[in-house]
């Protein structure tokens, strides 16, 4: 089984404002609320192609309550219920532009964190934990290393999509897979992509330091995939963009949903990673994946190095 943990899970309020001013009152439209988290889009999109998982994560208050009444009309959740409030993410479309607001989170104590590390413990049938997103207060980068410990005692595998600055040293200890994107590839790792040159390089070298494989993605310009012998290129989706909220986590899930069952369909999983994040994209949250089949058409992978 799949499992995805959320250490620090969102309700995303999506709004559109025709204005973004100091001066002036600031007036929204067609608000959107979705139980949110990274890992939890994961798992909802794993979900529409068919594929079974398990949400993990911190969840606390009135908005962790909403999260996981929400999330559990999709698929299973597994709660560890922390003290404080899960926080709420205010995402506004302008004609300028997206505004991006996230919040800190509420803090999650050292009881907490071990009450989490032992309920994987206590899963039998893991066979991989996506562990996405940020950490929220009170939790030490170190965490990280204790998952991977207790998944490495299962014999499963573990998918990071984190951007931390930790994730330099944690692609020692072997991921099956990671996904950054070209800020957090410039952050964590000090890579700067001007070229298709470069990318190649960045990723053998990263590969080099143990990720065994490497799906880089990089918006509009679409995405990298190294497997440890190849790299691929996929082009983007051609969409008018609502919102990037979510579409990382989609093109990951997108991706999963075929690759991690056939490590030879590369071309067929970035069709779908690139096609199902730029359907997102089009989208406050997730939307419906209606376009995806269309999207599909037009994108086009080759291999390059």
């Avoid at 949110?36 to 889009?41: H, I, Q």
């Avoid at 730029?278 to 190095?305: Q, T, Y």
């Amino acid at each position: 089984m799949i499992y995805t943990l959320t250490t620090n899970p969102a309700i995303d309020m999506n709004v559109n404002s025709s204005t973004m001013s100091t001066e002036t009152v600031n007036r929204t439209s067609d608000a959107v609320y979705t139980p949110n988290g990274k890992g939890l889009n994961v798992s909802f999109t794993l979900r529409h192609y068919g594929v079974p998982s398990v949400i993990l994560g911190f969840f606390g208050g009135f908005s962790g309550d909403y999260i996981v009444d929400g999330a559990a009309r999709i698929c299973p959740v597994r709660p560890v219920r922390i003290d404080g409030i899960t926080r709420i993410n205010l995402f506004v479309t302008t004609p300028q532009g997206e505004y991006k607001l996230p919040n800190a989170g509420a803090p999650v104590g050292r009881a907490k964190q071990e009450e989490m590390l032992e309920l994987i413990r206590s899963l039998d049938d893991l066979a991989c934990l996506v562990i996405s997103g940020s950490l929220p207060p009170g939790v030490d980068p170190s965490y990280y290393d204790e998952l991977i410990a207790v998944v490495a005692e299962k014999g499963a595998e573990f998918v990071l999509d984190i951007s931390h600055g930790h994730l330099a040293e944690l692609v020692e200890k072997g991921p099956l897979l990671i996904k950054p994107n070209d800020e957090e590839l410039s952050d964590v790792f000090g890579i700067e992509i001007r070229s298709e040159g470069d990318a190649v390089r960045a990723l053998r070298e990263i590969g080099g330091r143990g990720a065994r494989n490497i799906l880089f993605t990089l918006g509009g310009e679409g995405a990298y995939f190294y497997n440890g012998e190849h790299v691929w290129h996929a082009s983007a989706a051609k969409v008018d963009v609502l919102s990037t909220t979510c579409s990382g986590d989609a093109s990951l899930a997108g991706f999963l949903s075929t690759w991690l069952f056939d490590r030879s369909a590369v071309e067929s999983a970035l069709v779908r990673a690139m096609a199902t994040g730029g359907n997102v994209a089009m989208c406050a949250g997730l939307g419906d994946f209606g376009l995806v089949d269309k999207l599909s058409e037009d994108i086009h992978v080759r291999l390059v190095g």
